[in-house]
Nanobody
Framework: QLQLRQSGGGSVQAGGSLKLSCTAP????????MDWFRQASGKQREWVSS??????????TYADSVKGRFTISKDKAKGTVYLQMNSLKPEDTAMYYC????????????WGQGTQVTVSS
């Protein structure tokens, strides 16, 4: 029922940049990971990027399609995750969704409502 709040989407020319943000509307305890997914029209949802949020261990991972162009970052205390997108391509056009994983064994999650990113040639 609870949805993360997303912003930063929009339309941009190829080669441009956008920065997405995703914030929990309430305090979430024991956040263990944050993720971005995207779903192009008529296509299946795909994973884009993840970041771990442990105090003693953190790492980022990216889909091959965005590696070197996108950067994920977070503010765990604020329950916020960002996705800086550079050198955007038309194939990046999709609805982007964020997810925050939390709780024991990282088995619970919240999702954002999605924000549209459109990249034109």
């Amino acid at each position: 029922q609870l949805q993360l709040r997303q912003s930063g989407g929009g339309s941009v020319q190829a080669g441009g940049s956008l920065k997405l943000s995703c914030t929990a509307p309430v305090f979430i305890s024991n956040i263990c990971g944050m993720d971005w997914f995207r779903q192009a029209s008529g296509k299946q949802r795909e994973w884009v990027s993840s970041i771990t949020t442990d105090s003693t261990d953190g790492s980022t991972t990216y889909a091959d399609s965005v590696k070197g162009r996108f950067t994920i970052s977070k503010d765990k205390a604020k329950g916020t995750v960002y996705l800086q997108m550079n050198s955007l391509k038309p194939e990046d056009t999709a609805m982007y969704y964020c997810k925050i994983r939390y709780g024991r064994s990282c088995r619970y999650d919240y999702w954002g409502q999605g924000t549209q990113v459109t990249v034109s040639s």
